[in-house]
Protein backbone atom coordinates (compact mmCIF):
# COMPACT_ATOMS: atom_id res chain seq x y z
CA UNK A 1 0.00 0.00 0.00
CA UNK A 2 1.26 3.63 -0.96
CA UNK A 3 2.62 5.76 2.08
CA UNK A 4 1.47 9.42 1.88
CA UNK A 5 2.58 12.29 3.77
CA UNK A 6 1.56 16.01 2.87
CA UNK A 7 2.92 19.14 4.02
CA UNK A 8 2.85 22.72 3.14
CA UNK A 9 0.22 23.61 5.10
CA UNK A 10 -0.50 26.54 6.99
CA UNK A 11 -2.25 30.09 7.78
CA UNK A 12 -2.43 32.55 4.54
CA UNK A 13 -3.47 35.62 3.74
CA UNK A 14 -6.26 36.05 1.17
CA UNK A 15 -4.46 36.45 -2.57
CA UNK A 16 -1.75 34.68 -0.80
CA UNK A 17 0.04 31.52 -2.69
CA UNK A 18 1.12 27.91 -0.95
CA UNK A 19 2.73 25.35 -2.09
CA UNK A 20 1.26 21.47 -1.29
CA UNK A 21 3.62 18.75 -1.08
CA UNK A 22 3.04 14.68 -1.00
CA UNK A 23 5.74 12.35 -0.63
CA UNK A 24 5.42 8.91 -1.33
CA UNK A 25 6.86 5.69 -0.16
CA UNK A 26 9.02 4.29 -3.19
CA UNK A 27 8.36 1.73 -5.46
CA UNK A 28 4.72 2.18 -5.35
CA UNK A 29 4.03 5.84 -6.47
CA UNK A 30 4.88 4.38 -9.92
CA UNK A 31 1.78 4.45 -12.79
CA UNK A 32 -0.16 5.54 -10.45
CA UNK A 33 -3.09 8.53 -10.77
CA UNK A 34 -2.35 10.54 -7.71
CA UNK A 35 -5.08 13.11 -7.06
CA UNK A 36 -5.68 16.34 -4.33
CA UNK A 37 -8.84 16.18 -2.52
CA UNK A 38 -9.66 18.68 0.30
CA UNK A 39 -12.61 18.73 3.09
CA UNK A 40 -13.45 22.20 3.89
CA UNK A 41 -15.50 22.61 7.67
CA UNK A 42 -19.03 20.77 7.84
CA UNK A 43 -18.63 19.55 4.04
CA UNK A 44 -18.02 16.59 2.70
CA UNK A 45 -14.77 15.75 1.02
CA UNK A 46 -14.08 17.17 -2.76
CA UNK A 47 -11.78 16.65 -5.52
CA UNK A 48 -9.50 19.26 -6.04
CA UNK A 49 -7.11 18.14 -9.34
CA UNK A 50 -5.88 15.15 -10.31
CA UNK A 51 -2.49 14.05 -12.72
CA UNK A 52 -1.85 10.69 -14.10
CA UNK A 53 1.57 8.98 -14.27
CA UNK A 54 3.29 10.24 -17.61
CA UNK A 55 1.81 13.99 -16.33
CA UNK A 56 -0.35 14.31 -20.02
CA UNK A 57 -3.90 14.31 -18.29
CA UNK A 58 -4.49 16.90 -15.71
CA UNK A 59 -8.44 16.89 -14.09
CA UNK A 60 -9.16 19.85 -12.11
CA UNK A 61 -12.60 20.94 -10.93
CA UNK A 62 -13.58 24.21 -12.29
CA UNK A 63 -13.30 26.33 -9.17
CA UNK A 64 -9.12 24.85 -9.16
CA UNK A 65 -8.30 26.23 -12.69
CA UNK A 66 -6.47 29.26 -13.19
CA UNK A 67 -5.72 29.44 -9.71
CA UNK A 68 -4.43 25.73 -8.68
CA UNK A 69 -1.33 24.30 -10.71
CA UNK A 70 -0.61 20.88 -10.10
CA UNK A 71 2.31 18.75 -10.91
CA UNK A 72 4.30 15.28 -10.63
CA UNK A 73 8.12 14.91 -10.27
CA UNK A 74 8.11 10.70 -10.36
CA UNK A 75 11.44 10.61 -9.85
CA UNK A 76 11.07 11.64 -6.49
CA UNK A 77 8.13 10.12 -5.72
CA UNK A 78 6.39 13.42 -4.88
CA UNK A 79 3.25 15.75 -6.70
CA UNK A 80 2.66 18.65 -5.77
CA UNK A 81 -0.69 21.54 -5.69
CA UNK A 82 0.59 24.80 -6.31
CA UNK A 83 -2.27 27.47 -4.89
CA UNK A 84 -2.75 31.17 -5.47
CA UNK A 85 -5.26 33.35 -5.14
CA UNK A 86 -6.45 31.63 -1.73
CA UNK A 87 -9.86 33.22 -0.51
CA UNK A 88 -10.78 32.03 2.66
CA UNK A 89 -13.34 29.65 1.09
CA UNK A 90 -10.39 27.38 0.49
CA UNK A 91 -9.91 26.58 4.39
CA UNK A 92 -9.85 23.13 4.10
CA UNK A 93 -7.66 20.36 4.85
CA UNK A 94 -6.16 18.77 1.95
CA UNK A 95 -5.53 15.51 1.07
CA UNK A 96 -3.21 13.39 -1.06
CA UNK A 97 -4.44 9.97 -2.57
CA UNK A 98 -3.08 7.72 -4.98
CA UNK A 99 -5.78 6.31 -7.75
CA UNK A 100 -5.85 3.72 -10.41
CA UNK A 101 -2.95 3.50 -12.99
CA UNK A 102 -3.57 4.14 -16.79
CA UNK A 103 -5.21 7.73 -18.37
CA UNK A 104 -8.50 7.86 -16.68
CA UNK A 105 -9.19 10.30 -14.13
CA UNK A 106 -12.09 9.19 -11.23
CA UNK A 107 -13.43 12.07 -9.26
CA UNK A 108 -14.81 10.08 -6.96
CA UNK A 109 -13.21 9.45 -3.73
CA UNK A 110 -14.06 5.83 -3.69
CA UNK A 111 -11.91 5.78 -6.40
CA UNK A 112 -8.56 6.10 -4.24
CA UNK A 113 -7.41 3.31 -2.19
CA UNK A 114 -4.24 5.09 -0.14
CA UNK A 115 -4.51 8.22 1.33
CA UNK A 116 -2.48 10.74 3.38
CA UNK A 117 -3.75 12.05 6.60
CA UNK A 118 -4.01 15.60 5.55
CA UNK A 119 -2.56 18.88 5.90
CA UNK A 120 -4.79 21.89 6.98
CA UNK A 121 -5.01 25.49 5.07
CA UNK A 122 -6.15 28.30 6.53
CA UNK A 123 -6.81 31.08 4.59
CA UNK A 124 -7.26 34.76 6.38
CA UNK A 125 -9.95 37.22 4.98
Known amino acids: QVQLVESGGGLVQAGGSLKLSCDAS????????MAWFRQRPGLAREFVAA????????LAREVSKGRFTLSRDNGKNTVSLQLHSLQPEDTAVYYC??????????????????WGQGTQLTVSS
Open 26 to 33: AGTFDNRV
Open 51 to 58: ITWSGDRI
Open 97 to 114: AAGGTGSHIDTTSQSYDS
